[in-house]
């Protein structure tokens, strides 16, 4: 069974652009969180969707976005990019974010921001 | 706000020694669960172990054990016959349903070294 996936693997942008960032959960897991590893700010909670719909996100301003699909994959965008945007996006998946629930992580994209 | 605390930012280990990860928490929930992830220098989060914390009974995964201490708030994890496929950051997270939410919250990470 596949496993979550990412896309990019790698991403560059410049200041003021925008980042797009892809994740497809593990079959049949319709919950799909994003979170953020910058150097020396550790793991941060991002976003969560569920059912197509954003449950929960967390303490980042609103040019982080983005959208759950009918399949349940999901993007995240970020919109006017900073140079501490540049971290490693990290997608998780689970069964019905309605419980306590494992999540699996993704291999993550590099964003680069110069 | 639930808090994960690794208090060793950087362990070693002779290959085929168990060494011990520590990890505590701060939670006011009842139904919460903790893990280990691990995460070698390819970057992918790989789960390690869950512990449920209702059930007194300490998780174990073949070489992988955890030690709850569920007063103490304490989860700590036990490696034995340490391998050098070991060597990764070691975070230990919590995951509560606190206000209809399911984000993990993780610590700052043990980076473990596995010496041959």
Not at chain 1, 57 to 75: A, D, I, K, L, V
Not at chain 2, 24 to 37: G, I, K, V
Not at chain 2, 53 to 69: G, I, L, P
Request: charged content about 15%; some cysteine.
């Amino acid at each position: 069974e596949a496993g979550v996936t990412q896309s990019p693997t790698h991403l560059i942008k410049t200041r003021g652009q925008q980042a797009t960032l892809r994740c497809s959960p593990i079959s049949g897991h319709t919950s799909v969180y994003w979170y953020q590893q910058a150097l020396g700010l550790g793991l941060q909670f991002l976003l969560w969707y569920d059912e197509g719909e954003e449950r929960n996100r967390g303490n980042f301003p609103p040019r982080f976005s983005g959208r759950q699909f009918p399949n349940y994959s999901s993007e995240l965008n970020v919109n006017a990019l900073e140079l501490e945007d540049s971290a490693l996006y990290l997608c998780a998946s689970s069964l019905a974010g309605r419980g306590l629930e494992t999540q699996y992580f993704g291999p993550g994209t590099r964003l680069l921001v110069l | 706000a639930q808090t994960v605390t690794q208090s060793q930012p950087e362990m070693s280990v002779q290959e085929a020694e168990t060494v011990t990860l520590s990890c505590t928490y701060d939670t006011s929930e009842n139904n919460y669960y903790l893990f280990w992830y691990k995460q070698p220098p390819s970057r992918q989060m790989i789960l390690v172990i869950r512990q449920e914390a209702y059930k007194q009974q300490n998780a174990t995964e073949n070489r992988f054990s955890v030690n709850f201490q569920k007063a103490a708030k304490s989860f700590s994890l036990k490696i034995s016959d340490s391998q050098l496929g070991d060597t990764a950051m070691y975070f230990c997270a919590s995951l509560y349903s606190g206000a209809g939410s399911y984000q993990l919250t993780f610590g700052k990470g043990t980076k473990l070294s596995v010496i041959p």
